[in-house]
């Protein structure tokens, strides 16, 4: 038996055992070809099958109608910032953006390298701790797109509703909380998530682009950074994240035989609702520090009575094989990361921990 510690890292994070293990035999052989999953071309049948079977299995779960490319890439979600304008944001055009963290601003930050921005709607006047209501932003006439941030990693805010855009492109990073419950995805134009918090490894990031708003994209740029290069030629124009991709498509097995998204939601509200109810329960000890209602169920920032006694309690979780608990360099506090593959006897866990924490230092 291996060791396993409780691992709340925010990413690359906690994945299913049985999809490591299965990883672990393939990184040796695979499909009895003599060769690992690393070695084989990837232009051979039993990579093109890995990828396929990844892809369906995206659809499948997400429920995608006709219409829409998925796509694997390198660069992380961080490369998108600045694919996402490059490709929709047209010379003297506009954009509108929601900024609601970190991650949104460095988006925005790459948008306007091509045009202008306008944010529509933004929660930093109280340090990202709520978000605005997605019904109540208004869509600027013309916009090239509308781009939002599901799950604000750092900050730990979620939206569980997103905007009525109308015509206008809805555009989202979903890096933290994509298939981490039962979303209408066709709601939406393009979809990216950097895979290494829910669906896999770092190195690979998926795209879901719909192809109505593939056929709107600038043509003069690089032909790697073209969404269209990559839809058209299924992943495959040059070598894409080949080990990485088949990991992504043993979780997507992982998840389907484990019930799909509507399965995943339940167990996420199950984990979020225990760890809040710590949080809360453990007032004034503990604090949360997000608006109700605005809560995210992947990402959990909380803080203690000081910052000595938050490192206190990140070395003595840690002891405990409660690992990964320091917020975000930027931010500070708590934070425990529960994605997907995270399981609930790891957040009792660390209930337990926080009731027995605070008896002995309250
Ligand atoms: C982690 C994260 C990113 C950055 O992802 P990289 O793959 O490291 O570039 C972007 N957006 C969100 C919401 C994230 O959580």
Known sequence: MVKRVFNFNPGPATLPLEVLEEAAKATVEFNGLGMSILEISHRS??????????????????????GYSVCFMGGGASTQFAMVPMNFLPAGGSADYINTGEWSSKAIKEAKLFGTVNVTASSEDKKFSY???????????????????????????EFFAFPDTGATPLVCDMSSDIMSWKFDASKFALIYAGAQKNIGPAGVTMVIVRQDFLAKANDKIPTMLKYKTQADNNSLYNTPPAGAIFIVGLVMKWMKKNGGLAAMEAKNKAKADLLYAAIDGGAPFYRGTVEQGARSRMNIPFRLPSEELEEKFIKEAKAADLVGLKGHRSVGGCRASIYNAFPIEGVQALADFMKEFAKKNG
């Not at 049948?45 to 006709?66: I, R, T, Y």
Request: glycine fraction near 6%; charged fraction near 20%.
């Open 131 to 157: 978000l605005p209501d997605p019904k109540a932003v208004p869509v600027t006439p013309g916009a090239a797109y509308v781009h939002i941030t599901s799950n604000n990693t750092i900050y730990g805010t």
């Open 45 to 66: 049948k039993d990579f093109e099958k890995v990828l396929n079977d990844c892809v369906a299995d995206v659809k499948e779960l997400l429920g995608l109608p006709d």
